[in-house]
């Protein structure tokens, strides 16, 4: 089992930045793909940035050009920069991990992120 904490969120006003950070630990051998999502009041999560142990990374197209997902892998941490903030942004953010050997998805607790003036 995998446990993704993550930490960073916070308030900020538009056109700011934050960067969001996720720990793994566990059995984190088998993870193939990292990545983080969001959900907003009365929205389905989705996956907003991930990036495969192959270094492919892929960005949902409401945050291309803004956010930045990295990985420190002597970490096991990934890392979401987040620029140019805007009000629909405001969300709770969550970590992702995939299993490629086993097939399982996990999620960290979440970490809330508002864009406010």
């Known amino acids: 089992q995998v446990q993704l904490v993550e930490s960073g969120g916070g308030l900020v006003q538009p056109g700011g930045s934050l960067r969001l950070s996720c720990a793994a630990s566990?059995?984190?051998?088998?993870?193939?793909?990292r990545g983080w999502g969001r959900q907003a009041p009365g929205k389905q999560r989705g996956l907003v940035a991930t990036?495969?142990?192959?270094?492919?990374?892929n960005y949902a197209d409401s945050v291309k050009g803004r956010f930045t997902i990295s990985m420190d892998n002597a970490k096991n941490t990934v890392y979401l920069q987040m620029n140019s903030l805007k009000p629909e942004d405001t969300a709770v953010y969550y970590c992702?991990?995939?299993?490629?050997?086993?097939?399982?998805?996990?999620w960290g607790q979440g970490t809330q992120v508002t864009v406010s003036s």
């Open positions: 990036i495969t142990s192959g270094g492919n990374i």
């Open positions: 566990g059995r984190v051998f088998g993870i193939n793909v």
């Open positions: 992702y991990a995939e299993d490629g050997t086993w097939g399982t998805h996990s």
